[in-house]
């Protein structure tokens, strides 16, 4: 039975080079369907042929003698006294014209035509309405033609496209199937699978539907019967170069059975769900357009002039529709309606962020709508995870912190993400999960629809003791007097070496910052103060991460609410290293060190007595007062070296070499930047590691500075690449940038133009961990270099 089908299959197939569009549901499910009858290039199988046979300078007595055919039928096909040749008979008139492999597709296609003229397919321009404004993308473009041509040689390609709701799979796929037309012959065939119904078609009900939009007759469906359409189904594709696009997919065990496994076919299946389970796959994820895209978008929908009467407005629009295709619609189409609004009151609407969802809807296209569509599929612990999600303060969260959130153990809160992973409702990178701007909108109107204000502040409360918890433990490994989690430390996260605790800490930074402010609102001033000192000595680590003054300044008013002078100096003397160091607020510093060395002196505390000479100093030297500055260094000298304070020592001892060297003294700041190497190598082991890299690194950039300034290139320069690499292997890119741009200013003074642009090229590629001003400066130097 099974052979007889494919016989049948054989016989009754009719295809086009065109497209049929079935019951394609668009974003409000309009659905719809196009069949009409077309022949290929215009040309009917007796026309063609006659071209064909004319142009190789054949009569028909003569075709008839190479292709074995006889000349009376030959003939009659000519004339279209015969329609439907045979496919063998169409074979062999091909090699008798021994035509080339382009033009004998091209005449069995008009002969499978010609069988079956009421089975043709509709041609592209049929497609529905949406994808003429088609914008970005070029990449997966550009993929997928690839993955096309390979189709087109004989290896059957399958490509998922996945992304969040609103995406835009179905224009990409849409798209991608006209632009990739011409490359099957036997036309392009649109199932939509409506995935997201509560009951969807079944694989057997839509094999079906191609098998008979393919033009196998019911009779022959019968005969093969039930248990044979899957083979009639794999042969007929085995045997035709056609792109099939399976939209909307439910899940793997609804497309796996359409899928072929041999010939010219290209399956294009687009989902919200990534199908994880299928195998052999080419797996194709979108997310969001680019600024410049959703631009151009914008402006195809509303006109251009309009576009350009506020292009800021314009960009404000589509920023505050996460440049999301279906929100950029819903914008765009609201504008277009509406001649009457400016595109600023459309783009002061959408900033009221309580208000967007709301705003985003036209007509019947809402964006909330797609939203609950893959809403509702979730498991009752995902639903719940996803609205909890919107109480994450940073743009992504890890696994730890949402188990927080849920009160689950860390595999099932590990599980319970990745199905939201799956389902398209959340981003993921490596172990970091995202949910994207607007969807964080709509899960925070869930948490508030269906969540307890009591069980979403116990929630976020949970989350925010953990995260200040973890942040003192991990910043600890950076204490001169503290370092590895304590043994009876029952953590869920990593924080077994430095380098991990580094990590978290950057990872979470936006999160435990938040958990940070919270506490302070809170005046929960004892959790402040021992998050802040935690993470004093890690502050050297991430110098630029824009956010340690507001760090130190909160701290500083939790010590004053506290009453303590020696935790008000210390906090001080933080808060005046921050404003010197991270934002170059010289006045500002010097005056919050003074401040500092009054609590310290009522405090009768000689370490930070030391300090807040050392800052007074290091601020006075940055004003160029170095008269100023040279009795604070000594003085802060004194007081470590009575306290026994040797981290304190150290900085007293660079902080009066960088004095020598901004007064221009450079060989005595050589001297006393030896003098401190020494005195580290005595240290040894007494100096936490961290910090000793630390110095050694400043030491060594301080020494090179001298050696440029003393225009002594090559010791410069060997002293520059020691701090490089030290601040590289101590993973400290503020540190690394000033290196760098030292050296490359060294390099560049003498003559090695080279070198010096590989190494301002390296500043810049630190981007914003950089410090600001060395990455502006080694911009300029490279635009400089270029102009040479």
């Known amino acids: 039975m099974i052979a007889n089908g494919v016989r049948l299959s054989q016989r009754l197939a009719a295809v086009q080079e065109a497209t049929c569009h079935i019951e394609l549901i668009q974003a409000q499910r309009d659905e719809t369907q196009g069949i009409r009858v077309t022949t290929v290039n215009g040309v009917g199988f007796g026309a063609l042929l006659r071209q064909l046979r004319l142009e190789a300078s054949l009569t028909i007595e003569a075709l008839a003698e190479a292709s074995g055919v006889s000349g009376r039928g030959i003939g009659d096909l000519e004339r279209g006294i015969r329609a439907t040749p045979q496919r063998g008979t169409v074979a062999a008139l091909a090699t008798g014209l021994n035509l080339p492999e382009a033009e004998r597709e091209r005449l069995l296609a008009a002969a499978r035509i010609g069988r079956n003229p009421r089975h043709s397919l509709a041609d592209m321009r049929a497609f529905p309405r949406g994808i003429d404004d ?63 119904d509560d009951d969807p078609p079944q694989p057997a009900e839509l094999m079906l539907r191609v098998l008979k939009v393919f033009g196998v007759a019911d009779r022959d ?38 899928l072929p496994s041999t010939g010219a076919t290209m399956v294009l299946i687009t989902s919200r769900r990534m199908l994880t389970g299928l195998e052999n796959v080419e797996r194709l994820p979108i997310g969001e357009l680019s600024p410049t895209e959703s631009g151009v978008f914008l402006a195809g929908v509303i006109g251009q002039d309009r576009a350009d009467s506020d292009p800021r407005a314009l ?37 009221l962020e309580e208000r967007r969802l709301d705003t985003l809807a036209a007509g019947d296209l809402r964006l909330t709508a797609a939203f609950d569509l ?67 909108l709509y899960a925070r109107d869930r948490l508030k629809a269906e969540e307890s204000e009591e069980a979403a502040a116990a929630a976020q409360s949970a989350l ?15 204490e001169p007097d503290f370092g590895a989690p304590p043994s009876t430390w029952q953590g869920i996260v990593d924080l077994s070496t430095a380098e991990h605790a580094r990590q978290w800490l950057q990872a979470e930074g936006v999160n435990w910052l938040a958990a940070f402010r919270s506490a302070a609102l809170q005046e929960d001033h004892a959790s402040v103060i021992e998050v802040a000192e935690a993470l004093h000595w890690f502050s050297d680590q991430w110098i630029f991460w824009g956010h340690w003054p507001e760090v130190s300044a909160i701290a500083v008013n939790s010590a004053q609410a506290l009453g303590d002078p020696r935790l008000e100096a210390t906090h001080l003397n933080l808060h005046a290293w921050a404003l010197l160091v991270c934002e170059g607020r010289h006045h500002d510093s010097l005056d919050r060190a003074s401040g500092a060395l009054v609590a310290a002196q009522r405090a009768d505390d000689l370490p930070q007595q030391g300090w807040a000479h050392s800052y007074m100093a290091w601020a006075l030297s ?3 007062d170095y008269t100023a500055a040279a009795p604070h260094n000594r003085e802060a000298a004194r007081l470590f070296e009575a306290a026994g304070d040797l981290p304190g020592t150290l900085h007293a001892m660079g902080s009066h070499a960088d004095t020598l060297l901004r007064a221009g003294r450079y060989e005595e700041s050589i001297a006393e930047n030896l003098r401190t190497l020494a005195f580290l190598d005595q240290a040894g082991e007494r100096i936490e590691p961290h910090s000793a890299a630390f110095n050694r690194t400043n030491v060594q950039a301080s020494i090179g500075q001298a050696q440029t300034l003393l225009k002594n290139w090559a010791e410069a320069a060997g002293h520059l690449r020691t701090a490089v690499s030290l601040a590289r292997a101590s993973a400290n890119p503020g540190l690394e940038s000033r290196a760098l741009i030292h050296l490359a200013d060294a390099l560049h003074a003498g003559g090695h133009q080279e070198q010096a642009r590989e190494a301002y090229t390296q500043c810049v590629n630190l981007g914003k961990s950089a410090n600001p001003q060395h990455l502006a400066t080694a911009q300029e130097r490279l635009a400089d270099l270029g102009h040479r």
Do not use: I
Request: glycine share 8%; with cysteine.
């Open 134 to 196: 088609f914008v970005g993308r070029e990449q997966e473009l550009v993929q997928l033609a690839s993955l096309a041509q390979q189709a087109s040689l004989g290896q059957s390609q399958v490509v998922s496209v996945s992304g969040p709701p609103g995406a835009g799979k179905t224009t990409l796929a849409l798209y991608a199937a006209r632009e990739l037309a011409d490359r099957f012959s036997d036309g392009q065939l649109v199932l939509d699978l409506r995935g997201m």
């Open 221 to 258: 469906l019968a005969k093969a019967g039930t248990q044979g359409h899957p083979e009639l189904y794999r042969q007929l594709l085995a045997e035709r170069r056609c792109l099939l696009m399976l939209d909307n997919a439910r899940d793997e065990a609804q497309v796996r059975p359409l």
């Open 315 to 351: 960009s404000e629009v589509a920023l505050r529709c996460a440049h999301l295709p279906l929100a950029l619609r819903v914008a765009g189409n609201w504008l277009a309606t509406r001649t009457g609004w400016t595109v600023r009151r459309l783009a002061d609407r959408l900033a």
């Open 374 to 440: 893959s809403y509702r599929q979730l498991t009752p612990n995902a639903s719940r995870l996803f609205r909890l999600l919107a109480l994450v303060d940073g743009p992504d969260v890890g696994v730890a912190g949402s188990a927080q959130l849920t009160g689950q153990e860390f595999f099932d809160a590990e599980d319970t993400l990745e199905e939201l992973v799956e389902t398209g409702l959340l981003g993921s990178d490596q172990d970091r999960y995202r949910l994207h701007d607007l969807l964080k």
């Open 464 to 478: 925010h003791r953990w995260l200040l918890d973890t942040a003192v433990v991990a910043g600890r490994w950076f």
């Open 622 to 624: 940055q004003l160029g």
